[in-house]
């Protein structure tokens, strides 16, 4: 069953950076879509970012123009840039892949003080 790990999450102040990181194992990500999800406190889950199989990425409107999203499939490993951090931006991210089943991380902390 395929694994995925985030790591990159943290406390940084508004307008600062992160990068986030999805590492996979037990299946290869190159023929499927990718995504980042966030959840913040008692809100629902939302999809953040997500590039298929063709690199192609789309973005939710509160976050395009400041982040990211790319792949990597010789490394396994999807990345999320993201810049012009807001308070809003606080939230646990999440990792997905999406094949022929959904597969889920556990998840990262982002913490962005104003």
């Known amino acids: 069953q395929v694994q995925l790990v985030e790591s990159g999450g943290g406390l940084v102040q508004s307008g600062g950076s992160l990068r986030l990181s999805c590492q996979a194992s037990?299946?290869?990500?190159?023929?499927?879509?990718m995504a980042w999800y966030r959840q913040a406190p008692g809100k629902q889950r939302e999809l953040v970012a997500s590039?298929?199989?063709?690199?192609?990425?789309d973005y939710a409107d509160s976050v395009k123009g400041r982040f990211t999203i790319s792949r990597d499939n010789a490394k396994n490993t999807v990345y999320l840039q993201m810049n012009s951090l807001k308070p809003e931006d606080t939230a646990v991210y999440y990792c997905?892949?999406?094949?022929?089943?959904?597969?889920w991380g556990q998840g990262t902390q982002v913490t962005v003080s104003s």
């Open positions: 997905n892949m999406n094949a022929t089943i959904d597969y």
């Open positions: 037990r299946g290869s990500i190159s023929s499927a879509a």
């Open positions: 590039i298929n199989k063709w690199i192609v990425p």
